[in-house]
């Protein structure tokens, strides 16, 4: 293949279907590499659903390089514990590793509430103001795969030199890249969040030790498993998931209300403390079904002017507190690659070894997070006897050690480098 890149840096115009965390940080990473971004969303404004969201350094490390890390922690709380419970109370170990200096001491580890994230990321998105344009009430009706262009509800089209699908598990854009439809599908779990107000739990209550500082804690037992982390100073998040069995009725795509009494019910039985939280006064109940998409053998579209991201291509469930995280390093990939020189022909080279870095490395994550959830929820015995003992030994450290670890800047940069090397093209030639 021959080098035709100018030794001057193009400028692309990319297109971004969708304005979730996924695409929010797509369009930072690659306005902050230097090319034009516009994110097309359909809703008339923006809103994140759920509550408090979990951040690893995997994540908080692109928070920093695109210059909006200080912004989330206004919102956020630096846990200085976590632990892994048994269902009935007892303590196996300090873990997650929220506090290991090895792991943290560089990005720390954050809890916070998506909305707030969400915040965060738009006012990152201010300082690229003319490189960046957000367009709500953008509803996409087609994609050109080919050309690439799209065509709005609107009947508007907007070309540009590369699309990125970022609209989500429910993505339109995958199910046009597949050429059918390809829905979510819920193996019947279930979340049950209770948002605990703890302004009213003072020293003497048996929930104050999970209040009086900021903590990661999970508790594990048949069937599921409870994690709590403080949320917007004045709040405990407190979720469920649950393993209810086969779906007998429409599945819940997003939270409904529920009763303190259908949460309680599930962990009957279980440590006396997390009864006593989630029956403080002001407390609210929401439920919904988790959903999984399908693995994809291939993100993008053969052009290479198009290519899902985020949950549109690799949607996880959330026992390793990598939904977002992943999207990130999507993000933090995507720029590192476009941060260097790219020909503009040389597009579809970029997209391929993006998805090259990231498909391996997301259905990894994918994979130990149904592993995390699957030990999360033995039952008592032989197996459950065994991975207590692996976590008072610490043996989960590797895990995080290799998840957190990671620095999607330089793969993605390293990946790029390597592309060239292999095709005797010298980078800024």
Not at 31 to 53: C, D, M, N, Y
Not at 324 to 334: H, I, K, M, N, T
Not at 401 to 422: M, P, Q, S, T, V
Request: aromatic share 8%; glycine share 8%; hydrophobic share 40%.
């Amino acid at each position: 293949m021959a080098n035709t890149a100018s030794t001057s840096r193009p400028v692309f115009t990319i297109l971004v279907v969708g304005c979730g965390l996924s695409g929010l940080a797509s369009a930072l990473a690659l306005a902050q590499a230097g090319h034009r971004v516009t994110v097309f969303e359909r809703s008339p404004k923006l809103q994140e659903i759920g509550a408090g969201i979990q951040l690893s350094p995997n994540a908080t490390r692109l928070l920093q390089h695109w210059g909006v890390f200080d912004e989330v922690l206004r919102y956020a709380d630096q846990p200085e514990d976590g632990t892994f419970r048994s269902y009935r109370g007892e303590l196996l170990s300090h873990s997650p590793p929220v506090s290991h200096p090895n792991l943290v001491s560089k990005s720390p580890y954050l809890v916070v509430h998506r909305a707030d994230l969400l915040r965060a990321l738009l006012s990152g998105t201010s300082k690229h103001a003319t490189m960046i344009e957000i367009k709500l009430g953008s509803e996409v009706a087609q994609v050109d795969f080919n050309k690439p262009s799209l065509r709005l509800s609107t009947g508007e089209v907007y070309e540009a030199d590369l699309i990125l699908g970022a609209d989500g598990e429910r993505s339109r854009c995958r199910a046009g890249l597949l050429g059918r439809e390809d829905p979510p599908y819920c193996p019947g779990d279930v979340v049950y969040r209770v948002s605990v107000p703890t302004k009213a739990i003072a020293p003497g209550h048996s929930a104050w030790d999970l209040t009086r500082r900021s903590s990661v804690d999970f508790w594990m037992g048949p069937r599921g498993h409870v994690v709590t982390y403080p949320i917007q100073q004045d709040m405990l998040n407190v979720v469920l998931i649950y393993a209810e069995g086969p779906i007998t009725t429409k599945a819940m795509s997003g939270p409904q209300r529920a009763t303190i009494d259908e949460f309680r019910s599930r962990v009957s039985g279980w440590d006396p403390v997390l009864h006593d939280l989630i029956d403080m006064e002001g407390s609210v109940c929401t439920k919904w079904n988790l959903f999984q998409i399908r693995e994809q053998s291939q993100w993008h579209h053969e052009s290479g002017r198009f290519v899902l991201i985020g949950d549109a291509a690799h949607a996880i469930l959330p026992c390793l507190a990598q939904g977002a995280a992943q999207a990130f390093e999507d993000a933090g990939v995507l720029g590192a690659i476009f941060d260097q020189l790219v020909a503009r022909e040389q597009i579809p080279d970029a997209v391929k070894v993006f998805e090259h870095v990231r498909r391996p490395r997301a259905s990894d994550v994918r994979q130990r997070s149904l592993d995390q959830k699957a030990m999360f929820a033995l039952a008592d015995g032989a197996e459950q006897e065994k991975r207590d003992a692996m976590l008072r030994a610490g043996g989960d450290y590797p895990l995080f050690e290799w998840l957190w670890g990671y620095d999607a800047i330089e793969g993605g940069r390293e990946a790029w480098k390597r592309f060239l090397n292999e095709k005797g093209i010298e980078n800024g030639a």
